[in-house]
């Protein structure tokens, strides 16, 4: 298992035992777990974002501290959130991530994660010039995700 895999394993924990709201002293995880401080920085920074579910705040100094609280919200609000984070473009590897969040946090079934995802593929893109594929891909993400919140 990676060392990224077993700090976010570690966090989720935490997470579970507090009934969702932890403080993490960065270099006392990074001690404990026997990894460097910047690991623990990546794993935040990419595995517990808002389009996930998840507030960080940090404080910085001697009694520095990172708090990660797990948001709790509806399910179609969640995902106008995640709509809206989307932007003007995305690549073919960033909405596969997304639709893999969307599975993990039971937004989305898998059947609805394969078909979304062979429709936002680079193959199926083949014919459109590149300058084109990431804007079209976005737009028919958003378009998909806020129809599968109107069929809910």
């Given amino acids: ?39 623990i920085n990546y794993v935040i920074t990419s595995r517990f974002t808002p389009e996930q579910g998840y507030i960080v705040e940090s404080r910085r100094g001697g009694g520095g501290y990172i708090r990660i609280i797990r948001v709790k ?5 969640a995902m106008m959130h995640i709509v809206n984070s989307i932007g003007d473009e995305i690549s073919a590897a960033s909405a596969g991530a997304i639709l893999g969040n969307l599975v993990e946090r ?11 995802a062979s429709a936002l593929s680079d193959k199926a893109y083949s014919a459109i010039p590149q300058e ?13 995700l806020v129809t599968h919140v109107m069929m809910k």
């Fill in 106 to 116: 039971g937004m989305i079934d898998e059947y609805d994660y394969a078909m979304i």
């Fill in 1 to 39: 298992m990676k060392m990224s895999d077993l700090i976010a394993q570690y966090i989720i924990r935490m997470l579970d035992e507090e009934h969702g709201s932890c403080e993490i002293r960065r270099n006392e995880l990074a001690n404990a777990l026997g990894c460097v401080p910047s690991q």
């Fill in 132 to 144: 084109y594929r990431d804007p079209l891909r976005a737009a028919i993400l958003k378009n998909m």
């Fill in 73 to 77: 919200t509806d399910s179609r609000v």
